[in-house]
Antibody, heavy 125, light 110 residues
Framework: QVQLVQSGAEVESPGASMKVSCKAV????????IHWVRQAPGQGLEWMGW????????DYAQKFQGRVTMTRDTSISTAYMELSRLRSDDTAVYYC??????????????????WGQGTLVTVSS | QSALTQPASVSGSPGLSITISCTGA?????????VSWYQQHPGKVPKLIIY???NRPSGVSTRFSGSKSGNTASLTISGLQAEDEADYYC??????????FGTGTKVTVL
């Protein structure tokens, strides 16, 4: 069964950094991009960026550029999302989700499925 | 990249149909057939219900259908049921290989 398993809830101080992990289970992590999406309390979904676990290539939403870093460790089938200089409005549930795969220059699965269970990150002094 | 525009709320009586719109631009919804829809119940993980504009994943009810015209995509729920009460989000691939979500729509079953 294909699933993504995320790390547990965190409480961070303003100005600190957070790092959330996302382990791919039931498929080869290098086969699909991994996306990161967040949802602040009572708010909508916000796309943060993606990582291609095969190449390590990334692309980030402009809002997060300079503060977010997405990495992976293929030896343990895990992707990571690190967000620095945390503010109170970074309090949210952070999700990873499986995305596209590309073959012979054509990309498929341009959607988010499945999703991880979510990681609540609370930024508070 | 601005969020795609959805109505904040839509309501309908059981058994009837409702449609949720998702308006973007030629650089996202209008430019690619990569619109997807997600259902999210309170406190739960979003669930994919439509991909590539009008395709349903295995196991998703046939009461859900998608379409697109120009820069606007739509999700129709037919035969509305109490279990359909949830938040719904559209998403689109955009130019520059980025993605964007809609603002979200709360569906209420009267």
């Amino acid at each position: 069964q294909v699933q993504l398993v995320q790390s547990g809830a965190e409480v961070e101080s303003p100005g600190a950094s957070m790092k959330v992990s996302c382990k791919a289970v039931g498929y080869t992590i290098t086969g699909h991009y991994i996306h990161w999406v967040r949802q602040a309390p009572g708010q909508g979904l916000e796309w943060m960026g993606w990582i291609n676990p095969n190449s390590g290539g990334t692309d980030y939403a402009q809002k997060f550029q300079g503060r977010v870093t997405m990495t992976r460790d293929t030896s343990i089938s895990t992707a990571y999302m690190e967000l620095s200089r945390l503010r109170s409005d970074d309090t949210a549930v952070y999700y990873c989700a499986r995305g596209r795969y590309c073959s012979d220059g054509v990309c498929y699965h341009n959607y988010f499925d499945p999703w991880g269970q979510g990681t609540l990150v609370t930024v508070s002094s | 990249q601005s969020a795609l525009t959805q109505p904040a709320s839509v309501s309908g009586s059981p058994g009837l149909s409702i449609t949720i719109s998702c308006t973007g631009a030629s650089s996202d919804v209008g430019g690619y057939n990569y619109v997807s829809w997600y259902q999210q119940h309170p406190g739960k993980v979003p669930k994919l219900i439509i991909y590539d504009v009008n395709n349903r994943p295995s196991g998703v009810s046939t009461r859900f259908s998608g379409s697109k015209s120009g820069n606007t995509a739509s999700l129709t729920i037919s035969g509305l049921q109490a279990e359909d009460e949830a938040d719904y989000y559209c998403s689109s691939f955009t130019s520059s290989t980025l993605y964007v979500f809609g603002t979200g729509t709360k569906v209420t079953v009267l």
